[in-house]
């Protein structure tokens, strides 16, 4: 008896597996929906000005440019064990990068459902998508800016590590972890007004508390244990890693942070759904 329930857990999977799986499969349903409210998330974004999409290349450019200049020309700032100006600003660069994903989404996610209250009494429309249409604009903007890093690692080292092909393998539970926030911030953020207030401030925390100014090794030793609690942490240092030094991810780091990412999606997209049924009568 205790071995055919074994075999059965076995076959049927954890009920954390099962959700995965329902999950993934409800999105997988909207995909022919979920790009072209991308699309149009994007054209919203741009609608109305004259140059258009082309700003989400001028703006990392600009950004890129103004970090150069500040950092290198007034502060004359080095990273740990690279004495080129030019490289502090190619590594701040690609931890702003990283910030600026998980912000753009943050920062939205709380006033989402109230923004778009049309959608939530037709009962057919998918409410869930509207945060992956989100973090897709948000990836969309961060792959520009991953071309012009990609220009500036080319310029300034000569050549771009092999180890950049893991870029993909690093932003997917990065992306997860993304989406379990947005879902949560969006469902509470119906009941709670005052969450929208707060996430400006929370982000701009998480950029200073986060290695992205200054190199882990700045970090005083009775803090460092605490640092990789930030969500951005670890997928800024894998990038840089992986885009500038030619290092691969550590396994046991990258497990476990996917391990994590993947638990914040799944609850994030419970607590969405098990709430959800309230917000026409907030609203």
């Known amino acids: 008896m205790l071995r055919n329930d074994y075999a059965r857990r076995c076959l049927c999977g954890s009920p954390q597996d099962k959700f995965f799986i329902q999950m993934t499969s409800r999105l ?3 995909k022919s929906l979920l790009p072209q ?3 149009r998330e994007i054209s919203e974004r741009y609608k109305g000005s004259v140059l258009g ?3 989400s290349l001028i703006t990392p450019l600009v950004l890129l440019g103004v970090y150069t200049f500040v950092f290198s020309g007034l502060f004359n700032s080095r990273w740990s064990g690279s004495d080129s100006t030019a490289d502090f600003a190619v590594i701040l660069f690609a931890g702003l990068l990283m910030y600026q994903y998980f912000a753009d989404v943050l920062v939205q996610a709380p006033s989402l ?3 778009h209250a049309n959608f939530v009494k037709k009962v057919v429309f998918p409410l869930e998508i509207l945060v992956p249409v989100v973090t897709g604009s948000a990836l969309f903007h961060a792959f520009i800016s991953f071309l012009i890093l990609l220009a500036a690692v080319f310029y300034v080292k000569g050549s771009i590590p092999l180890t950049v092909l893991w870029t993909p393998v690093i932003v997917l539970p990065f992306t997860l972890m993304i989406l379990g926030f947005g879902w949560a911030l969006a469902a509470f953020g119906v009941y709670l007004r005052d969450i929208g207030q707060i996430m400006g401030t929370v982000t701009t925390a998480l950029l200073f508390l986060a290695p992205i100014f200054y190199p882990p090794t700045a970090i005083p030793d009775w803090i460092a244990p ?3 609690l930030n969500p951005i942490a670890i997928p800024i240092e894998m990038l840089r890693g992986a885009a500038i030094f030619g290092q691969a991810p550590d396994p046991f780091l990258y497990g476990a942070y996917s391990l994590v990412a993947l ?3 799944i ?4 607590c969405f759904q098990m ?4 917000f026409a009568d907030v609203i």
Not at 267 to 270: E, V
Not at 275 to 278: E, K, N
């Open 37 to 39: 409210m991308i699309r």
């Open 28 to 30: 997988l349903n909207y």
């Open 113 to 115: 459902i109230l923004s």
């Open 275 to 278: 709430t959800r049924r309230g």
């Open 53 to 55: 999409v082309f700003w």
């Open 263 to 265: 638990s914040v999606a």
């Open 267 to 270: 609850a994030g997209y419970l």
């Open 226 to 228: 605490y640092v990789n």
